[in-house]
């Protein structure tokens, strides 16, 4: 038989997982919300830099060039290194133009003073065209997520901010409502028991 105690247990057990997956979310939502801000921030506040979050950039690889090693609509991080880090064989992302190259230093030379990197794509049969400066170079290559360049192009749109602050409220307004009725009923509860209480002290007065 079906004891109103188990589903008092059961309901209990529902009303954590909920509360556990709606708190995940918002942790998600918020955290999404805080990458996209600091992104924005930065691209106004300099538009001639890859934005960073933590000294961390991100981009979404477009060109064959560094296959097999990066495959196009790879997402690739990168992180500033100082010039005495940077050896032959590492990866950089570096200006050319007003486009970002990602290619590997395979040669590191002096010219006037300073040494200057000799890039090339590992897919490419023959070195780029003149060098790159330190000047030059957004950061060495840490790591990347295979074939999530389609994602993270939609998690960094302005819409996807909009539509992120919008459930965000909406969770937390639900949330909210949820804590309501659960301590209206705790209230109403205790009124019921302390009548009942109340009851069975009258009767056993009379």
Known sequence: MYKLSDFDKSSKHLYRLGRIFSTT?????????????????ETYINPNKLPSFLGIKSFVIVSESMEPTIMTNDVIFITQ??????????????????????????????????????????????EDKGYVEYEDIEGKYIFKLSGFGT???????KITLVVLLILLVLISYHEVNVSKRKLKRKEERYEYNKKLLDDVNSKRKK
Do not use: M, P
């Open 25 to 41: 979310t918002c942790i998600i939502i918020l955290f999404l919300i805080i990458f996209n801000l600091t992104l924005l921030i």
């Open 81 to 126: 290194s100082e010039k005495e880090d940077l050896e032959v064989g590492d990866i950089i992302s570096f200006h050319v133009g007003d486009y970002i190259n990602t290619h590997r230093i395979v040669k590191i030379e002096e010219r006037n003073g300073q040494d200057v990197y000799i890039t090339k794509g590992d897919n490419n049969k023959t």
């Open 151 to 157: 994602v993270t192009k939609i998690l960094r749109s």
